[in-house]
């Protein structure tokens, strides 16, 4: 019974150790990946966009031309685009 026992207990710690190296593994990934593919561009206002830069392509004709500070993140690849202005 103590053999028994004591093979049970050792599959158990074996088990949460593998668990523990699982779990270390997926948080150790997610912390440190990064996705290269997406280009992030910051303006003062509308006119410091340069005119040949792509983004032109991406903003809607209403887009208001005295907006200020603006980020705009995309990638092309996915078909993402995010821009933020205050």
Do not use: R
Request: glycine share 2%.
């Amino acid at each position: 019974m103590l053999a028994i026992s004591s093979n049970l207990s050792k599959m158990i710690i074996f088990i949460i150790a593998i668990i523990i190296i699982v779990v270390l593994c997926v948080i150790t990934y997610l912390y440190l990946y990064k996705d290269e593919s997406l280009v992030s561009k910051h303006y003062i206002n509308y006119m410091a966009i340069p005119e040949n830069d792509g983004v032109f392509t991406w903003l809607p004709d209403f887009f208001p031309h005295v907006a200020v500070d603006i980020s705009i993140y995309t990638n092309v690849e996915d078909d993402y685009f995010f821009l933020i202005f205050p």
